[in-house]
T-cell receptor
Framework: DSGVTQTPKHLITATGQRVTLRCSPR?????VYWYQQSLDQGLQFLIQ???????AKGNILERFSAQQFPDLHSELNLSSLELGDSALYFC??????????????FGPGTRLTVL | DAKTTQPPSMDCAEGRAANLPCNHS???????VYWYRQIHSQGPQYIIH???NNETNEMASLIITEDRKSSTLILPHATLRDTAVYYC???????????FGAGTILRVKS
């Protein structure tokens, strides 16, 4: 158990819909990272927040957005969903803003299925 | 970003040491080597990381060659529960993301 929690575990929805994925970091961690894992793309970095501020951006679609709240939990919002958005979404947390020795600990993930 | 090359799959007998190689010939002097693993579709699990010296923790050992162009992750006594995809990652000097490749599928067999 990494200490990172994610809800829900599974989500099934229809194309065009909007969903929100939630992540609670390990106690004391200030950074939250979001990753997407699809069958054809592997694990890809989406976005990082540090202490409420966006810190780094990866291959995140404009239809996706994220935020980190004062209690440090984070939400990833996915809108206008397409079939290709079906994937595992992982959240990770670390205790610093990042860097070469910043170890990220991953949550169990949310499996999103878009029908 | 320094690229890594790993064999697509490996087999290991239960109870034996599993040695997983990784090539990272373009690594920069200040970039760390990280290892994660992913069991089935669970979240990636941190294993170990190092810069130039060999490292050991309760899970594994990391051996980095003197020229830093390659490394080996060693699971000293592999069990069936070590069957997973193992990712070797070179931590980029700028930015915070982890860049995952295809990894090595390790199958531990009884």
């Amino acid at each position: 158990d990494s200490g990172v929690t994610q809800t829900p575990k599974h989500l099934i929805t229809a194309t065009g819909q909007r969903v929100t994925l939630r992540c609670s970091p390990r106690s004391g961690d200030l950074s939250v990272y979001w990753y997407q894992q699809s069958l054809d793309q592997g694990l890809q970095f989406l976005i990082q927040y540090y202490n409420g501020e966006e810190r780094a951006k990866g291959n995140i679609l404009e239809r996706f957005s994220a935020q980190q709240f004062p209690d440090l939990h984070s939400e990833l919002n996915l809108s206008s969903l397409e079939l290709g958005d079906s994937a595992l979404y992982f959240c990770a947390s670390s205790d610093t803003s990042g860097g070469r020795t910043d170890t990220q600990y991953f949550g169990p993930g949310t499996r999103l299925t878009v029908l | 970003d320094a690229k890594t090359t790993q064999p697509p799959s490996m087999d290991c007998a239960e109870g034996r040491a599993a040695n997983l190689p990784c090539n990272h010939s373009t690594i920069s002097g200040n970039e760390y080597v990280y290892w994660y693993r992913q069991i089935h579709s669970q979240g990636p699990q941190y294993i170990i990381h190092g810069l130039k010296n060999n490292e050991t923790n309760e899970m594994a050992s990391l051996i980095i060659t003197e020229d830093r162009k390659s490394s080996t992750l060693i699971l000293p006594h592999a069990t069936l529960r070590d069957t997973a995809v193992y990712y070797c990652i070179v931590r980029v000097a700028r930015g915070n993301k982890l860049v995952f490749g295809a990894g090595t599928i390790l199958r531990v067999k009884s």
